[in-house]
Every structure is written in structure tokens, then in C-alpha cells.
């Protein structure tokens, strides 16, 4: 009941909140949103399990070097990939010196993790809590496809309405690539929360992801290539077309180790 109430309230206030600040431009408002599921996950763990101090543990389990090494090294690989099939395709060009791109590269990577706060808003109810309660409930394949589609319909209304610029037509289509990359990263984000079940971890893994995807190869929501490799952002960036193609292979392979290694059955 309590995760029904989660995934309902969640949903229904982020779309209103969407609709009411994305078509006036106000895009910054994605970062209040992106807290909506941490604070209602808060809420909720705190009243069903009659505790202070329970919705506290995600923040708290000790991180696993793999956890930590994942976390930068998943989201640098995929828009590294992004990046260099634009180059090689010749629908990119480099932009700047190597040593001025890696040096930002680096700094980016280093203030995502303080950013993450940000980022952590969305991880705390999508894995801090929803994750973690559903596979009590339904095992973790079962959890994590959930998740998945859970999180996809909290990002639709706000995709929608910014792919809008590009008219009705290039609005469907480019929603339902980025609908497709959430749900295929989101296969990434439950392996990193299997491995530690810190969920601070994860936020930090997302806070790299969206900056460096940015930095590297533009702002796929203001439509705007100001990224190290410059082209056609719909295309190139890590949240479109060439994003779905790697994310799509990642989450395939992440699946085989995901669902062999880690019991998803039902757990009593």
C-alpha cells in the first residue's frame, strides 16, 4: 500500500509541478522537482516502519570499491562512446585542446560530487526506498522494471513539454528516446545500489552523468551544442539518440550479470 501511495503522490505532484514551471521556461525548476521522490520517500519510510532513524540507513551503508569505481567509470564510459561515434561518424567535431578538455573534464567530474545533493533527491526514492521495497515484494527483476517505468512517467511531462520547441512531431520522438535511454540507465543504477546499497553513491553516479553528458556533448534540454564535441545534440548526446543506442547495449549486459548474480526471488 504504502508503495502505491509513494509512486501515485510522486507522480501527481511532479506532473503538476512540470506543467506548471517547464512551459514558462523555468527549467531550473527540474532541480526542485527531482526532490519531490527522496522527500515523500522520507516521509513515507519514517511512518511505516515507525522510525527516525530507519529512513536515515541508505545514506550510511559503506560504499564497496566496485560501487565507487563503477560510479564514475559507467557514466564517463557511455558519453565517451557517444563522443567518439560522432567523431568517427562524422556527425561531431572536437572542439578546444585535448589538455584544456580533460582538465575540465576532471573539475566537472570533481564538483559533481558535492552537486549530487541535487541528484540525490530523485536516487533516495526511486532506490533508497521504492527499489528496496519492492523487491521485498516482487524479487529484483521485477523491482527494477518497475522502477524503471515508475521513473520514466516522472520524467514524460517534463520531456514533452521542453521537445515541444521542436514541434509536435519531433516532441513524440525525442521523448520517446529519452523515456527509452531512463529506462535502459535505469538497469545501471540498480546494479550500482545492489552492489553497496548506499545510496549516496548512486546520486553521485547520476550528478557525473548529467554534467559530463552536458559538458561533453551539449544541453540536450536547451537544444544548445555547447559540449567539448560539437553536433547535432538530438542526436549525439548521451540522452538521444546515440545515448540510446549504448545505454540499450549496457542494460542488456548489466541484466546477465544483474539477474545471475544477485537472488531476485521474493524475499520473506
Not at 538497469?187 to 553516479?205: E, H, P, R
Request: glycine letters at 8%.
Amino acid at each position: 500500500m504504502f508503495e502505491k501511495i509513494f509512486i501515485v503522490a510522486t507522480l501527481s505532484i511532479s506532473w503538476v509541478l512540470s506543467l506548471i514551471f517547464i512551459p514558462q521556461g523555468a527549467i531550473g525548476a527540474t532541480t526542485i522537482i527531482m526532490m519531490v521522490p527522496a522527500i515523500l520517500g522520507f516521509i513515507i519510510t519514517m511512518i511505516k516502519y515507525k522510525s527516525i532513524k530507519q529512513p536515515f540507513k541508505p545514506l550510511f551503508y559503506r560504499p564497496s570499491i566496485k560501487g565507487i569505481l563503477f560510479s564514475f567509470i559507467f557514466p564517463l564510459t557511455i558519453i565517451s562512446l557517444c563522443g567518439m561515434m560522432a567523431l568517427v561518424t562524422g556527425t561531431g567535431e572536437l572542439t578546444g585542446d585535448l589538455s584544456s578538455n580533460i582538465t575540465q573534464i576532471l573539475i566537472i567530474v570533481i564538483m559533481s560530487i558535492p552537486f549530487a545533493i541535487s541528484t540525490l533527491g530523485e536516487e533516495y526514492g526511486w532506490r533508497g526506498y521504492l527499489l528496496v521495497e519492492l523487491e521485498h515484494k516482487y524479487g529484483l527483476k521485477k523491482a527494477n522494471t518497475i522502477v524503471g517505468i515508475v521513473w520514466c512517467l516522472f520524467h514524460l511531462p517534463a520531456f514533452f513539454l521542453i521537445n515541444l520547441s521542436a514541434g509536435l512531431g519531433g516532441a513524440i520522438i525525442f521523448t520517446a528516446v529519452q523515456v527509452g535511454c531512463v529506462f535502459f540507465v535505469n538497469f545501471s543504477y540498480t546494479y550500482l545500489y545492489s552492489l553497496s546499497k548506499n545510496v549516496i553513491l548512486v546520486g553521485v553516479m547520476h550528478s557525473v552523468w548529467n554534467n559530463v553528458n552536458t559538458l561533453m556533448l551539449g544541453d540536450a534540454y536547451r537544444n544548445e551544442s555547447i559540449g567539448i564535441v560539437s553536433g547535432n545534440v538530438n542526436l549525439i548526446n548521451g540522452e538521444r539518440i546515440y545515448g540510446l543506442i549504448f545505454l540499450g547495449v549496457s542494460a542488456y549486459f548489466i541484466s546477465k550479470i544483474l539477474f545471475k548474480n544477485v537472488k531476485h526471488e521474493v524475499i520473506k
